[in-house]
């Protein structure tokens, strides 16, 4: 069954933004996650693991008071089911959210650098999986563990899906961030050495950091090959450790990764989405490098019209509106900044209207201010 | 504990499957396991 027109109009207008084309008019995408249930009076618990129908009762609920142009999903984004039965709880989701006990960010020894470069996949497989998961350790229970793995990994693909093709259908609001991965230094940072591992593997051992990162490449890319034959939406990635990098460090460990994603995912015919956290103006000279046409970088912080002044034609910006202002500002001082965004960041096209962070508390934004920027946006928004 | 042949072990488990979809099953969940 075909989609209706005014979810064709929505995903028409994302696209062309992201393609660094005029659309009709400004995209409109904030990042909704757990924040829709404590706004639609939801159970997190069941909206995940009971009934795919909660979650699109929980989106609707929202998109009624809340104008999108398109989503980036439901925000259940781990299979909690297989990391139950592996990770012995790591992951908790109750009516709070989902939280992670403890911590597992050292896996990885310096010393390990060669065999991860060697065969980062068998490294990741052999030594780094039955270390993180005890139960993965255990070659006798393990077999089990991975076949209940393949199942729940399943169950929760299925899911999802139900729940996105219910808000998609029903409500006309195309899910574009269907697909995410992790750049290579960034899985280095967070899975495997920790920030403080990273850290000073970058200083003392970044030709090993370096050869890790670019070994790494192809299967931070087969994640997106494997889960993502369609080539739907958009690829999200989050950026967690550029801003903590000199500029000359960031240009020679991690933009290497940034940009051949982008390249491999725009040459796979799929587009890229950045999400580049904390202030990126030390960066930007660098980053214009990427390629043209199918990159989005939606920024937390810093100078957003430097930003899109430099990235025009070439890099779709997305942001502009800062959660803080619309949790402690009046609905005025909301709307002026929206309409700044409109006069400052959108001539020109190639810029999405966003807010600076995802919403997951209740307490992230007031209610009613976003409503009125997000529909202030649409209506004035126009071409 | 470790360097124990999972690939091997998850060839026999799903020994009813195409090798393609072994290798993609084996890659997904470890990939899922990496990533939190």
């Not at chain 1, 393990?142 to 793995?149: D, F, L, Q, Y």
């Not at chain 1, 998609?168 to 940072?189: Q, Y």
């Not at chain 1, 960041?345 to 999405?352: D, N, R, S, T, V």
Request: proline share 6%.
């Amino acid at each position: 069954m075909p989609h209706s027109k005014i979810y064709n109009e929505r995903l028409q207008r994302f696209n062309d933004a992201v393609a660094c084309k005029t659309p009709d008019r400004v995209p409109v995408f904030p990042i909704i996650e757990q924040w829709a249930n404590f706004y639609a009076g939801t159970s997190i618990r069941d909206s995940y693991l009971k009934d795919p129908r909660i979650e699109y009762e929980t989106f609707r609920k929202v998109y009624d008071d809340i104008y999108v142009d398109v989503s980036y999903g439901t925000g259940n984004l781990i299979p909690l089911d297989m990391m139950d039965d592996f990770g012995e709880g790591i992951y908790v989701v109750s009516d709070k959210g989902v939280q992670i006990k403890g911590s597992q960010g050292c896996t990885m020894e310096p010393e390990e650098y060669p065999q991860l470069i060697a065969d980062p996949e068998k490294f990741v497989l052999e030594t780094i999986v039955p270390r993180k998961y005890a139960s993965a350790a255990d070659s006798s229970a393990a077999i089990s563990h991975w076949g209940k793995g393949a199942l729940g990994l399943v169950r929760w693909k299925l899911y999802e899906e139900t729940a996105f093709q219910l808000i998609e259908r029903k409500l006309n609001v195309p899910i574009v961030c269907r697909n995410a991965t992790f750049l290579p230094p960034d899985i280095i940072l967070d899975f495997l050495r920790d920030f403080a591992g990273a850290s000073s593997d970058v200083r003392r051992r970044p030709q090993e950091f370096k050869e890790a990162c670019e070994a790494m490449l192809p299967m931070s890319f087969r994640v997106i090959q494997e889960t993502d034959p369609f080539k739907q939406g958009i690829v999200f990635m989050p950026l967690h450790f550029p801003t903590y990098l000199r500029p000359k460090d960031f240009e020679e460990l991690y933009f290497p990764s940034m940009k051949g994603m982008a390249e491999k995912l725009l040459a796979s015919g799929r587009r890229a989405m950045f999400y580049c956290e904390n202030n990126w103006e030390p960066y930007l000279d660098i980053i214009k490098d990427l390629p043209s046409g199918g990159v989005y970088c939606l920024f937390e912080h810093g100078d957003l019209k430097k930003y899109k002044d430099t990235l025009q034609g070439k890099v779709c910006v997305g942001g502009g509106m800062p959660v803080d202002l619309l949790k402690n500002g009046t609905r005025e001082e909301c709307l002026d900044r929206a309409k700044w965004c409109l006069d400052e960041l959108a001539p020109g096209g190639g810029y999405i209207f966003a807010l600076d962070m995802n919403l997951l508390s209740p307490n992230d934004v007031n209610p009613e201010n976003l409503a009125a920027v997000t529909h202030y946006i649409h209506y004035n928004g126009k071409y | 504990m470790e360097n124990y042949n999972i690939a091997e072990m998850l060839d026999k488990k799903f020994f009813f499957l195409p090798k393609f979809l072994r290798d993609k099953i084996r890659f997904l969940i470890m990939i899922e396991l990496l990533l939190r």
